[in-house]
């Protein structure tokens, strides 16, 4: 019966520390979106999330960490590093609509984007906390030859037209339907991601 008691204790620290950090996360990618990285706070966060700061600070560490994680919630890529190498090519590319296009995220997601370009703290948090493990996966399922850097190029084709579509609002990219982006797209990312012969 201790023993019971003991694992049902131990569940439930476990249930209240992913409920308190979904809250966290939550706030800080609210108070990104809204106030940039700059001007959101550890304090603002814990406020709206209605947590202490030493919480916030405890669960994640530093304002840095939290960023990477509020970054890492609004594009997740479970579907993206799942792919097969033939699966990859559309991955990519709805892993990149389905954080844009829902009128829900968008906000969220291109602040994430903006803070990343503007703040140096951001751009490290994104870059090695976010994007690298995703794309190391990529690397491993493209294979062979050359396998990193053309992780790395399907990713920047993906963030040259999530930057140019979304932030830039360049009219060709904006007046697109996702059917005519599939379109042009799908073929280079194939040629991307197919073997090297």
């Not at 106030?35 to 840095?64: C, E, H, W, Y």
């Not at 190498?85 to 892993?95: N, S």
């Not at 994430?112 to 493990?133: G, I, Q, Y």
């Amino acid at each position: 019966m201790e023993r019971e008691t003991e694992e049902a204790a131990v569940v439930a620290r476990a249930e209240r520390r992913r409920r308190s950090d979904a809250a966290i996360v939550a706030a800080a990618r609210e108070l990104f979106a809204e106030r940039g990285f700059d001007r959101t706070t550890i304090r603002a966060v814990a406020d709206r999330a209605g947590v202490d700061p030493g919480l916030v600070m405890q669960n994640f560490g530093s304002k840095d960490a939290l960023f990477a994680a509020a970054a890492r919630w609004s594009a997740p890529i479970e579907q993206l590093v799942a792919a097969t190498r033939d699966e990859l090519p559309a991955a990519a590319l709805h892993h990149v609509l389905d954080a844009f296009e829902d009128p829900r995220e968008r906000a969220a997601a291109l602040a994430l984007m903006r803070s990343s370009l503007t703040h140096e703290a951001a751009r490290v948090a994104m870059r090695d906390e976010v994007l690298a493990p995703a794309q190391e996966r990529v690397a491993d399922t493209i294979g062979g030859p050359d396998a990193a850097l053309r992780a790395a190029v399907l990713n920047a084709c993906m963030l040259g037209v999530s930057i140019s579509r979304y932030l830039l609002e360049v009219p060709a990219l904006v007046d697109a339907d996702t059917a005519d982006l599939e379109r042009i797209l799908l073929p280079a990312l194939e040629r991307i991601t197919e073997p090297i012969r």
